[in-house]
């Protein structure tokens, strides 16, 4: 006897995302549930945490944020191996900024954004024309060279880095601030993402040859989405510059590569949400494994492996699908 | 001085294109690009260490197990991962750096690392060429990359598989018409490009000592030939690892050895810039890269 699994939307799907008139609290509740649990939850968390996972809440915004940064470039058909680029360049800019020109912390973060962003979307522009693995080729060498011209030429510290740099005000404003922009830019790039802006980045990744034959210039696109990816990540560097008072070649690490790479894959790429909830995962995952120390990115590395093979949708997909869906067998005649 | 830098540069042209050899095979004809090359050439290496100091193998017989079992690894990562992941850029990608960073970094962390964990050379003699000391492994590595590449032209140009290869690297369904099992030959391009990376490294790391750390190194320099020559190029190769091997060697002779990884760096920008395909990229020009 054969069988084939049967998928159907559940009732409440079709009746809450076809009408626009609800009319029960339960459908109301399907609708926002998902959007409300996570924005609830990182604005309550630091309240109920003792101060170690404050810590660990705040590392994991930070990889959310730059595991973001990463799939909005892979929405628009770029795959980067070195998120740590951005990270790096906010990180370097806003020590800069604090340490020679003594930019309050709260104003160097936002202008190292800025400054960031315009940065690695200069350095990489040469880079824009060039597809697919080309491109992750190029992004894995450039961080890593980085930290060879700092050693070469030491700029900015040279080997020893930055140090005593301004902290922010005070932990809470540390943890609202980032959780904020985090909740910030998950819902509004996923937006982004569904208007009709995000749709050329879309199609630039599904197909660019027909994106230039509508007429549009996909390099000015892609330039745009480079910025917005870099200035995410540069922003996430400037702010760990100012929680750790320190910046140094440490920021073009690998972690910071690799851990949002394998948070969106984890969680399911294409939809930030699914970055955000790789980033949940896995930060208090590695935490709690943080005694077998240098064994985490062998970990990360072949957990990466596994899940592009087994699940190649990641969490998110196949949380969603079994909220609007059920699943049956039936007999296939 | 001058001379010296010139021969030098040779020798150093000569690694660089074993090196990137087997990483422009494997892409050349299946089109995956193995970043886990690194990992393969840093595993051959400590393969043969442990042949040779914990079993007690000649040197000679380590060398030859050792490539074979990178080749068998090569082959299954093809055969349980990249198979079910082919045809999709991302996924390969990720899978085969996954690959690479947890093996190099399973490899850091046992702590193998030390001056302790070194190969011995082939032949430990030196001679003087002029007023430069010039040893009997660096000529071998010269002589055993020159051959790879006739031999590899010979074997792509006039034998069944190599013939085989070129068709899938040109057109697949269409070598798919002609019989040609494109799994497989997908199959035997990732071994190869493997056995390369351990031949490679069973050459060069008697030069120095193994470290985990040389893996990111070897795969950048890989990567950095690939690019300026363009890839699946194999003439592209061979100008790229000169243009690449001098640049380095003469920095290092009159600027100053931490500069030159900053020349590859400049180098591969600037190839970018003037020719985003490389400099002898033709293959798929048009739609792989634009």
Known sequence: MERRLERIDRGIKARASGVFALSSWREMLYLSAPRLIPALGFLLLPLVLDNYWQKVLLSMAVFALLAISWD??????????????????????????????????????????????????????????????????????????????????????????????????????????????????????????????????????????????????????????????????????????????????????????????AAAVVGGPGTLAGATLGAAILVPLSEILRGIGGLRIVFYGYFLVVFIVVLPEGIFHYIERKYHQFDRWVEVE | MFFGTIIYALFNTAILAITALGFNLTFGISGIANFSYGAMYILAAYVSWMLVHLLGLPFWLSVFVSIAITMVLGALIYRFVLLRVRGQVLSEVIATFGIGLGTLELFQYLGFVGFEYTLPVFIDDSFMIGDTVVDWQRLLITIVAGMLVAGLWVFTHHTRLGLAFRGIAQDESTALTLGIDSD??????????????????????????????????????????????????????????FIVGFAERFTDAYVGSQWTMIVSLAAILIVLVVKPSGLFGRQKELAERI
């Open chain 2, 184 to 241: 497989l030959m997908g199959m035997l391009s990732v071994s190869m490009g493997c056995g390369l990376a351990a031949l490679a490294s069973l050459l060069i790391i008697p030069l120095g000592s193994i470290s985990p750390s040389e893996g990111y190194d070897v795969l950048i320099k890989a990567l950095a030939v690939c690019i300026i020559g363009g890839l699946g190029s194999t003439g592209g190769l061979i100008v790229a690892s």
């Open chain 1, 72 to 261: 909005i470039l892979a929405q628009t058909g770029m795959i980067s191996l070195g998120q740590g680029l951005f990270f790096g360049l906010g990180a370097y800019c806003s020590g800069i900024l604090n340490h020679s020109l003594g930019l309050h912390p709260l104003l160097a973060v936002p202008v190292a954004a800025i400054l960031g962003g315009v940065i690695s979307t200069v350095v990489l522009l040469p880079v824009l024309r060039l597809r697919g693995v080309y491109f992750s080729m190029v992004t894995l060498i450039i961080p890593l060279m980085l930290i060879r011209i700092i050693e070469a030429t030491k700029i900015f510290g040279g080997t020893e880095g930055l140090s005593g740099i301004a902290p922010l005000p005070s932990k809470w404003v540390e943890l609202y601030f980032i959780l904020s922009v985090l909740l910030a830019a998950l819902f509004g790039f996923r937006r982004m993402l569904s208007s009709d802006y995000g749709l050329v980045l879309k199609a630039i990744k599904d197909n660019d040859l027909s994106v230039i034959n509508a007429g549009i210039n996909i390099y000015w696109y892609k330039a745009q989405a480079l910025f917005i990816a870099g200035s995410l990540g540069a922003l996430c560097g400037a702010f760990m510059t100012h929680v750790y008072m320190f910046v140094g070649m440490p920021v073009f690490a690998l972690d910071y590569s690799i851990l949002p790479i």
